[in-house]
């Protein structure tokens, strides 16, 4: 596609139960990020991606939260046993090889709501 | 760790110049990026400063000096579109680390 598609694009769900939100990066990008942003507040890092391996995992904020990506294109993100302050926008970005001109595309982002 | 700090408001009238400004407390990264994003939509890339001193793209221009550890985005001839969040981020190893972020209201 043109850009950073993500679904669902709003997702509701009860506490304690698992969510999956799944990005599909441009096509040939191969540096895929997940990114959190909660009401007001500035993007926080989860999860970096370079192909289908993940080199850098240092801001996933428990052992609740998982990522994985196949076929170095589409990636998914858990959450299991989802909690109140889980509720964020859970933004995917994706860059052509690596961050060395400073830019991002990202996708408009899954709204998470726990209630 | 990384450390940028952004002002959380700032506004501004129409057809005038504004800056926003980006101090932080780190090292090692690579350069300073600028990034808009409207309410609701997805953050959108805007400037990179690698290098110390002045980039210009159109009405918007970035800053950075290492020494001072501080860098700026300039936007000129202020349209009521610009009204948006602005962040900046640092780029670390192979992320980029973000600022709270500054909200910008333009006035007519």
């Known amino acids: 596609g043109a850009g950073v598609s993500q679904s669902p694009s709003n997702k509701v769900t009860e506490k304690g139960k698992d969510v999956e939100l799944r990005c599909d990066p441009i096509s040939g990008h191969t540096a895929l990020y997940w990114y959190r942003q909660s009401l007001g507040q500035g993007l926080e890092f989860l999860i970096y991606f370079q192909g289908n391996s993940a080199p850098d995992k240092s801001g996933l904020p428990s052992d609740r939260f998982s990522a994985e990506r196949t076929g170095g294109s589409v990636s998914t993100l858990t959450i299991q046993r989802t909690q109140q302050e889980d509720s964020a926008v859970y933004l995917c970005?994706?860059?052509?090889?690596?961050?060395?001109?400073?830019?991002?595309?990202f996708g408009e982002g899954s709204r998470l709501t726990v209630l | 760790g990384q450390s940028l700090e952004q002002p959380s408001e700032v506004t501004a009238v129409e057809g005038a110049i504004v800056q926003m400004n980006c101090t932080y407390q780190t090292s090692g990264f690579y350069g300073l990026s600028w990034y808009q994003q409207h309410d609701g939509g997805a953050p959108t890339f805007l400037s990179y400063?690698?290098?110390?001193g002045l980039e210009e793209t159109g009405r918007f221009s970035s800053f950075l000096s290492r020494s001072d550890s501080y860098g700026y985005l300039l936007l000129q001839e202020l349209q009521m579109k610009d009204s948006a969040s602005y962040f900046c981020?640092?780029?670390?190893?192979?992320?980029?680390?973000f600022g709270a972020g500054t909200i910008l209201r333009v006035k007519s």
């Open positions: 970005a994706s860059t052509e090889l690596h961050t060395g001109t400073g830019e991002l595309f």
């Open positions: 981020a640092v780029t670390y190893g192979n992320k980029l680390v």
């Open positions: 400063n690698a290098l110390d």
